[in-house]
Antibody, heavy 113, light 105 residues
Framework: QIQLVQSGPELKKPGESVKISCKAS????????MYWVKQAPGQGLQYMGW????????TYADDFKGRFVFFLETSASTAYLQINNLKNEDMATYFC??????WGQGASVTVSS | IQLTQSPSLLSASVGDRVTLSCKGS??????LAWYQQKLGEAPKLLIY???SLQTGIPSRFSGSGSGTDYTLTISSLQPEDVATYFC????????FGSGTKLEIK
């Protein structure tokens, strides 16, 4: 069955970078694009963008252009989200998803000095 | 497209019929889904394309609507339905509503 397993919780300082992984199994990795969603503590869900797993081309939602990077390690069926120059408002749980009903378990990022 | 959910908090009794609302700032053309999210979990898809029940979801959940106005109905509220419910449009880009937190009275 389809599984998306994300990396563990991260604790970072403002200005640092963080890399979150999303390892896929149970399907052909390049058959589906990988989507990313942010959920700040106690808040709703925010679509961040997606990456075409066939071409590697990322598409970012307007609020996530600049410091956010989507990339792939196709040989390992893994997608990554990297956030550079972390800010307090980046503290959230980040989900990967390939379809409306296949989501990772979420990866939490805490930003604290 | 912006999505406005109401109410933001709903308290109801077990067995009640519960209705949650989602209004779009533009026509969504029925490309509207509903998710249930319990504390510490990923969202779970309940309904897609306005009224299609996702496999494995109890039949007490149903969706309806058209244009800009959509509704999720729980016909008989159960204790395990305590969660936050989000609507999601995929007609023009992708947008989530702000959520309705459902509690048992």
């Amino acid at each position: 069955q389809i599984q998306l397993v994300q990396s563990g919780p991260e604790l970072k300082k403002p200005g640092e970078s963080v890399k979150i992984s999303c390892k896929a199994s149970g399907y052909t990795f390049t058959n589906y694009g990988m989507y990313w969603v942010k959920q700040a503590p106690g808040q709703g869900l925010q679509y961040m963008g997606w990456i075409n797993t066939e071409t590697g081309k990322p598409t970012y939602a307007d609020d996530f252009k600049g410091r956010f990077v989507f990339f792939l390690e196709t040989s390992a069926s893994t997608a990554y989200l990297q956030i550079n120059n972390l800010k307090n408002e980046d503290m959230a749980t980040y989900f990967c998803a390939i379809t409306m009903d296949a989501w990772g378990q979420g990866a939490s990022v805490t930003v604290s000095s | 497209i912006q999505l406005t959910q109401s109410p933001s908090l709903l308290s109801a009794s077990v067995g009640d019929r519960v209705t949650l609302s989602c209004k779009g700032s533009q026509n969504i053309n029925n490309y509207l889904a509903w998710y249930q999210q319990k504390l510490g979990e990923a969202p779970k898809l309940l309904i897609y394309n306005t009224n299609s029940l996702q496999t494995g979801i109890p039949s007490r959940f149903s969706g309806s609507g058209s244009g800009t106005d959509y509704t999720l109905t729980i016909s008989s509220l159960q204790p395990e339905d305590v969660a936050t419910y989000f609507c999601y449009q995929y007609n023009n880009g992708y947008t989530f509503g702000s959520g309705t937190k459902l509690e048992i009275k």
